[in-house]
């Protein structure tokens, strides 16, 4: 189990698979600019339909983007700012739409 997990991290993540979409770059900057929400809220924001939402949401928790919290039935999605391409990421957002 520790094996894959190493394997994870050590993955080299490339932009295209960040930005490989125009639903992918909406997430992640309602994400930015928000800190924490819930896929109604993302839904809401992003105008996508929630099972998009919900693909592009398991995309960015695979490249260690985001984190899902669950409490009880709710989930919460956040930037993973503990890892640094993320919080590179969520900086570099933030300072693009900054006005």
């Known amino acids: 189990m520790k094996s894959k997990n190493i394997a994870k991290v050590s993955k ?3 932009l295209e698979e960040v930005f490989s979409s125009r639903g992918r770059a909406k997430i992640l900057e ?6 924490e929400m819930n896929i ?12 998009s939402a919900k693909c592009h949401l398991k995309s960015l928790e695979d490249l260690g983007f985001i984190q899902e919290k669950i409490f009880g039935r709710i989930k919460i999605y956040r930037f993973r700012t503990e890892e640094i391409n ?11 739409s900054a006005e």
């Open 40 to 51: 109604s809220e993302i839904i809401k924001r992003t105008s996508l339909n929630h099972s």
């Open 86 to 96: 993320a919080r590179a990421l969520k900086n570099l957002i933030n300072l693009w």
């Open 30 to 35: 309602v994400l930015a600019k928000n800190n």
């Open 12 to 14: 080299k993540i490339s």
